[in-house]
């Protein structure tokens, strides 16, 4: 069964290799869906229009960490963040861990079958726990 694809804004690198050496071999991250659920979602929309990105990847590294942080500030949800403290830690790790590889924003959609083929064929989930 089929199922209905959602509008995704998609954090990502090309990855790299050097030589015979794969150090990425490319990732797609959707980091946020848009949706009516955001609160302030048209003007998200607009904002994310006004950078061109729904005609075009951005890709210089300055302008997508910018972007992300200004979503961040600029789009409150209520009493939180767009992303909560962990989630944009890891954004922003991503962006720092990844830059040579370039980084890009798009905005595509992604259906359910991508985040289940994610979670069941690619990731061995650790658990860890404080002692």
């Known amino acids: 069964m089929p199922t209905e ?3 995704y804004l998609i954090l990502g690198c090309w990855g790299r290799v050097d ?14 869906k848009i ?7 048209v003007e998200l929309t607009k904002y994310l229009q006004g950078l061109g990105l729904f005609e ?16 961040k500030n600029r789009f409150p949800q209520g009493y939180y963040n767009l992303w909560n403290d962990k989630k944009f830690r890891l954004i922003e790790n991503f962006t720092i861990t990844h830059k040579f ?11 359910d079958e991508f985040f289940k ?3 069941e064929d690619r990731f061995v989930v650790i658990e860890t726990t404080k002692k």
């Open 101 to 111: 590889c370039g980084l890009y924003l798009d905005l595509d959609f992604v259906d």
């Open 35 to 41: 949706d009516e659920s955001l609160e302030g979602c």
């Open 5 to 7: 694809s959602k509008l």
């Open 56 to 71: 075009q990847k951005i890709t210089n590294y300055n302008a997508v960490r910018n972007i992300l942080f200004g979503l």
């Open 19 to 32: 030589g015979d050496f794969t150090t990425c071999g490319s990732v797609a991250n959707p980091i946020l």
């Open 117 to 119: 083929k994610y979670t």
